[in-house]
Every structure is written in structure tokens, then in C-alpha cells.
Nanobody
Framework: QVQLVESGGGLVQAGGSLRLSCAAS????????MYWYRQAPGKQRELVAA???????NYADSVKDRFTISRDNAKNTVNLQMNGLKPEDTAVYYC???????????????WGQGTQVTVSS
């Protein structure tokens, strides 16, 4: 099992910035795509951004040009730089990753516990 620990959430005013970080640890053979999701109260969890091992990225339309996802393959970490934050960005943000425990295992997904981001107007 891979453990993901997020950090960096908090309260910020509209227009401000936050940087989320997530570190993976445990029995890991390889980590494939890493993700940031978010879930606002009363809403479904949605994909915010994803980054492949090779560095290809994908963003939700609502965060394009404001958020940047990055990763460090050597450290098994993924970050989300959030600029120009809006009240509608308020949510619990979750880190997730697709990984293999061993060379012969299939791909599995692990989730972090979530970190709260609150943007005040």
C-alpha cells in the first residue's frame, strides 16, 4: 500500500496563491500518473489536474492558466501551484496516484486524506 500525505492547504483571500504538496511513501515499484482532485460541499469529486511520469499535463477548464501541476520522480512528490484563487476553488483537495507495488503487480490507485483550501471573497 502506498501512503500519500498532502500539505499546504489553508485560508487565503480571493486573488491569492497557495501551493499544495503531496509525498508518496511505502512499497513502490513505480508511480505512473499523479493527480489532484477536489470536492466542494454538496458536489462530486472532480479532477483538477494530472501529470504523467513523462511530464505531460492535463487541467480542468476551470483552473487552466491559474494552476500548475508539477512532480519530482526521484522524490515521488507532486505539487499544485494555485494562483489567482477564487471563492469557487474552495474545496477539499486530494492527491492520488496510479502505482505498482512490484514489477508483476497490476496498476492500483492510492488516495491522500485531503487538505482543505478555503478562498474568501
Amino acid at each position: 500500500q502506498v501512503q500519500l500525505v498532502e500539505s499546504g492547504g489553508g485560508l487565503v483571500q480571493a486573488g491569492g496563491s497557495l501551493r499544495l504538496s503531496c509525498a508518496a511513501s511505502g512499497r513502490i515499484f513505480s508511480i505512473n500518473t499523479m493527480y489532484w482532485y477536489r470536492q466542494a460541499p454538496g458536489k462530486q469529486r472532480e479532477l483538477v489536474a494530472a501529470i504523467t511520469r513523462a511530464g505531460a499535463t492535463n487541467y480542468a477548464d476551470s483552473v487552466k492558466d491559474r494552476f500548475t501541476i508539477s512532480r519530482d520522480n526521484a522524490k515521488n512528490t507532486v505539487n499544485l501551484q494555485m494562483n489567482g484563487l477564487k471563492p469557487e476553488d474552495t474545496a477539499v483537495y486530494y492527491c492520488a496516484t496510479d502505482y505498482r507495488r512490484t514489477k508483476v503487480d497490476g496498476m492500483a490507485r492510492s488516495w491522500g486524506q485531503g487538505t482543505q483550501v478555503t478562498v474568501s471573497s
